[in-house]
């Protein structure tokens, strides 16, 4: 029988006892605000990291919590439509969340932040082992994309910035997410940076350029869907079993 599973925000109180009972999992959905190239959303890491939260507890039970936006680190702090905090001022909610959580009677807590910057990175891999000491009785798992995603042959990572691996998860996750003929060129400095964005040099650097504010390869040559398929299986599997194997260490 397939376990229950939900969006929090959407869950009533009954529904939310039904699934503690029979797959005590919550999956913390993290990401940011941050330019993502002209043809995503702004806040796709956020939006990528609750889809796949969706699709891991539908295969094993849980609640998904509301997105938790805010998010450190990366080097688009200067760009227009990013808004990157300080982590001292995002560690205290999330703490208090995975207290919460914890108290609740949560087996299994699994933070995926879809937003990779190294400062993130660190910070949710601190938060859960911490959060760890203080709830023994629970498992904190920290997991982001490159940690569970084999890169293709030739590729060292397999994860970018809006460009061939984000792009195709987007493409896989929902289609509408995507506006590839937005990748246009001859756009003006004031459309996407503010006065204190770092000037560098490279394409992505150059607002002019078609693949302003992308880290990666081209994904107007090497994003699809089938990859975007295969990058996404490979996630909700490998954090399935992980969360089968918490959830039976008990
Ligand atoms: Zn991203």
Sequence with gaps: MPKPYGQWELM????????????????????????????????????????????????????????????????????????????????????????????????????????????????????????AQRHPHTRFLAVTDPEITTPLPGDTVGGDHAAKYETSIAMALNARWVRMELLTEGRKPSQVTLPETPRKEGTQYDPAHPLYGIWGQDPRQHASRDIGNRVVNEMVNRVAQAVEQALAAD
């Design 12 to 131: 009533r109180p009954d529904e939310l006892e039904a699934v503690l009972k029979s797959a005590p999992v919550a999956y913390v959905p993290l990401g940011t605000y941050e330019h993502h190239g002209w043809h995503l959303p702004v806040c796709f890491d956020g939006i990528k990291a609750h889809e796949l939260c969706l699709r891991m507890a539908k295969r094993t039970g849980g609640a998904v919590l509301p997105t938790f936006f805010y998010g450190t680190g990366g080097g688009h702090i200067g760009y227009k439509w990013t808004i990157i905090v300080p982590e001292a001022q995002i560690t205290p909610l999330i703490e208090t969340t995975l207290d919460h959580l914890a108290r609740f009677g949560f087996k299994v807590v699994v933070l995926f932040t879809g937003h990779y910057a190294g400062e993130q990175v660190a910070m949710v891999h601190r938060l859960a082992k911490e959060a």
